[in-house]
DNA sequence: ATCGGTGGTCTCAAAAAGAGACCAGCGCTA
DNA sequence: TAGCGCTGGTCTCTTTTTGAGACCACCGAT
């Protein structure tokens, strides 16, 4: 935090891999980046993260989504290889999801936005009331 | 909209790895995790996190973003207070948009997932492959 | 025999996003 | 002086994505 170097150091390097020379279309790192954040991806390998999740399971943590969208998000973290999906012949049969490594080590990323989010969460929702008041 | 994602039972648990012990009454980080993880947000808070830009610059740098979407993302990422919104009498008049200092702290964060996804581009498009090769 | 729990899929409606026309005002050029 | 383009948008229409909920086969317990 106190190295403005490693910042400025960090932000180029970034830039030059994300920007692909001149703009932001078709660039590796901006293809990643979309598949993690749709609307419940991030919110699935937060509670993955803390322990492997049965469908089910899953549903009834969060609520608010659909088992369809449960479905195609699911299988969407398994395609990119963050989730590993293993079906247990029980009677009915079960199907267990967790992270992979390669999950688990984007998860520590991750998890600095969703703490910074904790710690800020106040700010962005004053400026949301100031905004609102604002503009009417 | 309720931010509680957890139900009750779940949610100690839930939250002692999500945020590494600390604990809160309610529950604001999806909803600010969500107000980034657009399709489009986080891509032009990096933008802008290397400096300020105009609106048809913005659009020049991300070609392939409607100038439908780009107004609606730039003005969410503003009422979120991460964006500074400011016109210039010229003529016509120019708007610059930059970041706050609430969204240079956002990017902090953002900026590691980035990091990650720059060195983890290539086991993502691995797996992928993996993936459709053996589903057919 | 019926009920609930298993992990889905299917259909249809609603919401969100993309494509592109249009706008006013000014400077430049022909 | 008549057009042309650049500015940052908005408006409408179409297409894609998402949400809501019915349905499915299977089996064990009631």
């Known amino acids: 935090m106190d190295s403005k170097i490693f910042n400025l150091k960090a932000k180029l390097e970034v830039y030059k891999a994300?920007?692909?020379g001149a703009n932001f279309a078709d660039c590796p790192v901006r293809d990643v980046i979309q598949g993690i954040s749709g609307?419940?991806?991030s919110l699935l390998v937060m509670a993955l993260a803390e322990k492997p999740y049965r469908f089910g399971e899953l549903r009834r943590l969060v609520p608010d989504i659909s088992q369809r969208?449960?479905?195609q998000t699911l299988h969407d973290l398994q395609r990119d290889g963050?989730?590993?999906?293993?079906?247990?012949?029980?009677?009915?049969p079960s199907v267990e999801y967790s992270l992979t490594d390669l999950g688990r080590s984007m998860f520590l990323p991750l998890q600095q936005l969703v703490q910074w989010a904790e710690l800020n969460h106040d700010a962005v929702r004053d400026?949301?009331?100031a905004f609102d008041t604002?503009?009417?």
Do not use: C, D, I
């Open 134 to 136: 604002a503009q009417g």
């Open 69 to 71: 969208m449960l479905t």
């Open 127 to 129: 400026a949301r009331a």
């Open 18 to 20: 994300m920007t692909n």
């Open 39 to 41: 609307k419940w991806s």
């Open 82 to 92: 963050y989730v590993h999906r293993e079906v247990f012949p029980t009677k009915p």
